[in-house]
């Protein structure tokens, strides 16, 4: 019997086209975003409106990851943005390579701004490095304000918390500085923002944001 | 929830190892695994094992060894293991050192026979 040491990741490989998705990415000038959240947060909905305000500043598109369906490539594409939708089929998350493989997609020519839409889950996406140039996790105040201390990977990996449909507090036990307390306790250095997809409250730091690391890509 | 496509990886890495140390057998896989990581091992294992039946990896053990995770200095690019997430460095002060994703299930070691 014999022992051999290595030193090497299980997902090395999604790594390695992660790296070239972000080669690729930073060679085009494109700023990228990772979405990540639990299904129904608003990931969807917040790319509408991402879609909606990119029209006519700056060239965007959308990649949407679900199990099955279409739906959220034609919302998106509804709102004015080009979108394709990836279907994971038995997979909870995206990864790498499927990102790698629609880079030369036509609907992806000359963009600055990708929005990449995860499939709804808190723990899987959270391992996958896409390539992108920051994890945005999102929450709903229709969910627990504990999400943060129940599921901290992907709020230490994440640059920015959305915490979406705040004009549901008043129905809700969801408590803001709750949440907020927790994701601080998880991850210190994580942005935090709040915002309203469906009254538009709080949407214009989210533009600005984007805009300033458009400005910085 | 991703144990699948990580048992994948995982036998598309020992499959080439076990290619390498030939004629020697590869009999075990030594993994590290942080808690963040969010895998359940036998979950892994029961993808390796449906993967690597009638192939050279058949009856390859998995060790799992639980270590904290990995944060690194922003500044001074020291790193500690830490259950929770330190505030600072304790080098140079700066706040909030980053979580190394890279640690999150590494492959330690392999036995060959």
Not at chain 1, 116 to 136: H, R, S, T
Not at chain 2, 68 to 93: F, K, L, N
Request: with cysteine.
């Amino acid at each position: 019997m014999a022992r051999i040491a290595y030193k090497e990741k299980v997902l090395s490989k999604n790594d390695e086209l992660a790296a070239e998705v972000r080669k690729r990415l930073a060679s085009r000038g494109v700023f990228a975003l990772n979405l990540i959240s639990g299904p129904g947060a608003g990931k969807t909905s917040l790319v509408e409106r991402t879609a909606a305000w990119a029209k006519g500043r700056v060239r965007a598109a959308a990649l949407s990851g679900d199990q099955a369906t279409e739906n959220d490539a034609e919302r998106i594409r509804s709102a004015g943005i080009p979108a394709l939708q990836i279907t994971t089929g038995s997979e909870c998350h995206l990864n790498a390579g499927r990102v790698l493989d629609l880079l030369d997609c036509p609907e992806l020519s000359g963009i600055r701004l990708l929005l990449i839409e995860n499939v709804g889950n808190l723990i899987c996406p959270a391992a996958y490095d896409l390539g992108e140039a920051a994890k945005v996790a999102v929450l709903s105040v229709a969910e627990g304000d504990d999400k943060p201390l129940k599921y901290p990977a992907l709020f230490q990996r994440a640059e920015l918390l959305v915490i979406n449909k705040v004009d549901l507090l008043d129905f809700t036990d969801f408590r803001l500085e709750r949440v907020i307390t927790n994701a601080k306790h998880v991850a210190p250095h994580l942005g935090v923002m709040t915002l309203s997809c469906r009254t538009g409250e709080g949407l214009e730091d989210w533009y600005q944001w984007i805009d300033e690391r458009l400005r910085q890509t | 929830m991703h144990e699948l496509a990580v048992a994948a990886s995982l036998c598309e890495w020992a499959l080439g190892r076990a290619r390498e140390v030939g004629p020697q057998r590869l009999v075990a896989i030594e993994l590290e695994r942080d808690p963040l990581s969010g895998l359940n091992p036998e979950a892994v294992e029961f993808g390796f094992q449906a993967m690597s039946a009638d192939t050279e990896l058949s009856g390859v053990r998995l060790e799992w060894v639980s270590v904290d995770p990995t944060y690194v200095c922003r500044s001074c690019g020291r790193s500690d293991r830490s259950v929770a997430p330190p505030r600072s460095c304790h080098t140079c002060g700066e706040p909030f050192p980053r979580l190394r994703r890279e640690d999150s299930l590494r492959i330690r070691s392999i036995e060959v026979d």
